[in-house]
Each structure stands twice: as C-alpha cells, then as structure tokens.
C-alpha cells in the first residue's frame, strides 16, 4: 500500500492533481487507514502511471477516460483505442500547422530593422491584423 505522497513520488504527479483525478473519477477513492490516510494499491498506483503517460502526450480527461475504460475490457477491439488516438493525432497536427503559422508569420515581421517604432513592423502587424500574411 502507498500513500498520497508516495504515489506522488513513484508517479511524478502531485499530490492536489491526485485528488483531483479521484474527483473526476479517474482513479478509485482509495482505502483509508485508521489515520483516514489514502491508502494506494499496486493497481492504484499502475493506473495512475496509466494516466500520467496519457497527460504527457496530451489526451484529454475525456480520451483518458475512454482509454481507461477500453484497458478494463480487453475483448474489446482495439479499433477503439486506436480511433482516440488518432483523433487526438489529428487535433495534435492541427495545433502543429497552426504553431507554424505563427511562426512563420513571426519570423517575416522580426526581419523588420526600422529603426523606430513609428515604422516597426511588429507594431503595425498587431495594431491591422489584415497586415498578416498567415491565417491564424
């Protein structure tokens, strides 16, 4: 059995976010010992590293659900998991092409060397969004 602050330790998450997952639904309200401590089992403590992998490639509390859900029904098609994840793909390349419209569209009014604001690309560019060449 582990503690709150063990499991914080062994998973890498903090503590208020643990209690949050439980709020949420994500992760079991543990057992609590005679102190009324949380108190994690083996299982606890893998479907919160479960969790944590997720968080870090960026699925949703919603994905995260539908994954957690899914690994408790292995006869389950794996199309199932695999249509999140390409979803969540999806939305992830769309946030990419976005990023590289911004960027592009920073580098060009950076390349600006006026010499004074009155002429400084930068200003004008965020004073008349018609300015940009990238949609974003």
Do not use: W
């Given at each position: 059995?582990?503690s709150?602050?063990?499991?914080?330790?062994?998973?890498?998450?903090?503590?208020?976010?643990?209690?949050?997952?439980?709020?949420?639904?994500?992760?079991?309200?543990?057992?609590?010992?005679?102190g009324?401590?949380?108190?994690?089992?083996?299982?606890?403590?893998?479907?919160?590293?479960?969790i944590?992998?997720?968080?870090?490639?960026?699925?949703?509390?919603?994905?995260?659900?539908?994954?957690?859900?899914?690994?408790?029904?292995?006869?389950?098609?794996?199309?199932?998991?695999?249509?999140?994840?390409?979803?969540?793909?999806?939305?992830?390349?769309?946030?990419?092409?976005?990023?590289?419209?911004?960027?592009?569209?920073?580098?060009?009014?950076?390349?600006?060397?006026?010499?004074?604001?009155?002429?400084?690309?930068?200003?004008?560019?965020?004073?008349?969004?018609?300015?940009?060449?990238?949609?974003?």
């Amino acid at each position: 059995m582990f503690s709150i602050g063990q499991l914080s330790k062994r998973t890498g998450v903090k503590i208020p976010t643990i209690r949050y997952y439980e709020q949420m639904g994500l992760i079991d309200e543990p057992e609590r010992s005679e102190g009324n401590q949380r108190r994690y089992t083996k299982a606890g403590l893998s479907r919160l590293s479960f969790i944590r992998h997720s968080r870090d490639l960026g699925f949703s509390v919603e994905d995260i659900r539908g994954l957690l859900e899914l690994s408790q029904h292995p006869e389950k098609p794996c199309s199932d998991a695999h249509s999140i994840a390409a979803q969540h793909l999806r939305d992830v390349q769309g946030r990419i092409a976005k990023l590289r419209r911004l960027e592009r569209e920073l580098k060009r009014i950076t390349k600006c060397d006026a010499g004074n604001v009155a002429a400084c690309a930068v200003i004008e560019t965020l004073a008349d969004h018609g300015l940009c060449e990238t949609e974003h």
